[in-house]
Nanobody, 119 residues
Framework: QVQLVESGGGLVQPGGSLRLSCAAS????????MAWYRQAPGKQRDMVAR???????NYADSVKGRFTISRDNAKNTVYLQMNTLKPEDTAVYYC?????????????WGQGTQVTVSS
């Protein structure tokens, strides 16, 4: 099992910045890709950014150039630096970790952290 705990959400004005953190514990030795997703009220949960165990990032078009994902494998932690925030970035942000298991992939989720961008 893998447990994920997010932190760093809050209220920020448009144009501001926030840094989210997600600490993994448990069976972290086999975690591969980690990612951030977000879900706004009434909408589906969408991928925001993901990063492989080797550090290769991938971003949703809506956040390219504004958000940066990084990970510290020694600390089993993934970060999301969010700059130039917009009201449409308002959502609950969830951390995700993938763990290969035989012929399938297990997915683990954090409890979510609220990000609100408003003046």
């Amino acid at each position: 099992q893998v447990q994920l705990v997010e932190s760093g959400g809050g209220l920020v004005q448009p144009g501001g910045s926030l840094r989210l953190s997600c600490a993994a514990s448990g069976s972290t030795f086999s975690i591969s890709t980690m990612a951030w997703y977000r879900q706004a009220p009434g909408k589906q949960r969408d991928m925001v950014a993901r990063i492989t165990s080797g550090g290769t990032p991938n971003y949703a078009d809506s956040v390219k150039g504004r958000f940066t994902i990084s990970r510290d494998n020694a600390k089993n932690t993934v970060y999301l630096q969010m700059n130039t925030l917009k009201p449409e970035d308002t959502a609950v942000y969830y951390c995700n970790a993938e763990r290969p298991f035989f012929h399938t992939t297990l997915n683990y989720w954090g409890q979510g952290t609220q990000v609100t961008v408003s003046s």
